[in-house]
């Protein structure tokens, strides 16, 4: 791909972000990416500041946490302040100032970090296709994350979780007196099984190239850096979540998904049920590695019951099949709709449901299985 190839496609993901992810959702991020994608001189850099080996299509949202990380260590400058929303004023100078001054900082972000936002709304999800593997499961659960971040998503049990429908409460999940408060609301024709609780696991581990320790300060400002700025109650809920994570650490190991998944969850205790899930993590893993990673949990599936539970794009579950793709057309402009499925093993035989699409941070889901709403 030539210079000016790899220039306009990178101006035409930044205005994709803009059209689907951030419209009606982060308007100061739909605002720079607007500004970003018809500046050549600051896709120059960006593409410049790039690992050569990162995903085209994750470069933007990489830049977009390398500059906030760098907003984040100077909250008294201009430019934290219309990231927090105090002033309104064009922000594009003040990036644009930021990045010459800062500029070897962002480079050295996007050359050694990885999009880590694993955010803690995705619960809300994971507690409906967790309550619907857990059917006719007596034993205790082992949750396993692939690419977990900081594991906050393993505390769902520890999150209280409302869902409504057109406004009116439906049901609530958790807690009562949780930190950690989370509201989902329910499309489409369906209602799901909400399940009553969500039971305490008797592990919680996962599995990142760089997993980010709860405990240290600078890494939990990477968390804060990967948000997107101007959304009500994120960073709240991301402190909140990271303060529950404090109280006992996840157990986070540093290896790849593709080599080191299968020692991983073999060391798992054998008479848990183990329960192996993914939020927007297989986009970060080419196509022979996402194969290598089902094939690796289906290898450990037909030696013992388990369930995978997968959020991401679809074009990334490709296992996951059973479902009418013109539902996604139903939320265009919405954020990137995200399918939600569960592939089962049980007694040496493996069964694959589409259960829902959802909002890609929770907000709202659309149940598809009809036979067990």
């Known amino acids: 791909m030539s210079e000016r190839d790899a220039i306009e496609e990178l101006s035409d993901l930044f205005v994709f972000l803009a059209d689907n992810d951030f419209a009606g959702y982060s308007p100061l991020y739909e605002q720079i990416a607007r500004a970003v994608a018809t500046d050549r001189e600051l896709l120059g850099f960006i ?4 690992n050569p080996n990162a995903r085209r299509g994750r470069v933007p949202v990489l830049f977009f946490a390398a500059t906030h990380d760098r907003v984040l260590a100077s909250p008294d400058r201009a430019i934290a302040a219309i990231y927090r929303g105090e002033s309104h004023v064009d922000p594009m100078p003040l990036l644009r100032e930021l990045i010459e001054r800062d500029g070897s900082a962002v480079i050295d972000n996007m050359r050694t970090r990885s999009v880590q ?3 803690v709304g995705r619960s809300a999800i994971l507690s409906l296709a967790f309550g619907r593997s857990q059917r006719n499961v007596t034993t205790q659960t082992a949750l396993f994350e692939i690419g977990p971040s900081a594991g906050l998503n393993l505390y769902l049990d520890r999150f209280h979780i409302d869902f409504t429908r057109n406004g009116n409460m439906v049901a609530g999940i958790g807690p009562d007196d949780a930190n950690v408060r989370l509201e989902c609301e329910l499309r489409g024709p369906v209602t799901p099984a909400i399940p009553t609780e969500i039971s305490t696991p008797n592990s919680r581990r996962g599995l990142d190239v760089n997993p ?10 990477w968390l804060q850096a990967c948000l997107w700025p101007g959304i009500p109650d994120r960073p709240e809920r991301l402190a909140a979540a990271i303060d529950v994570a ?3 650490p ?7 998904a593709v080599t080191d998944l299968h020692s991983a969850l073999t060391s798992i205790e054998p008479t848990d049920h183990l329960i192996v899930f993914s939020t927007w993590a297989l986009a970060y893993i080419d196509t022979n590695g996402r194969d290598a990673v089902i094939k690796t949990i289906d290898s450990v599936g037909a030696e013992r019951d388990l369930d995978i539970v997968t959020f991401e794009e679809p074009r990334f579950t490709p ?10 057309g139903l939320y265009e402009g919405e954020g990137t709709p995200t399918l939600l499925g569960l592939r089962s093993w049980r007694g040496g035989i493996c069964t694959t ?7 890609p941070h929770g907000r709202w889901i659309h149940w598809l299985e009809e036979n067990h709403g």
Do not use: K, Y
């Open 246 to 248: 404090r109280m006992s």
């Open 250 to 256: 996840p157990q986070l190991l540093a290896g790849d």
């Open 353 to 359: 449901t589409a259960l829902a699409v959802a909002h």
């Open 319 to 328: 296992w996951v099949s059973n479902f009418d793709p013109s539902v996604f």
């Open 212 to 221: 980010i320790d709860v405990m240290n300060d600078s890494e939990c400002r």
């Open 117 to 119: 936002t694993n955010e």
């Open 47 to 50: 593409a410049a500041a790039a």
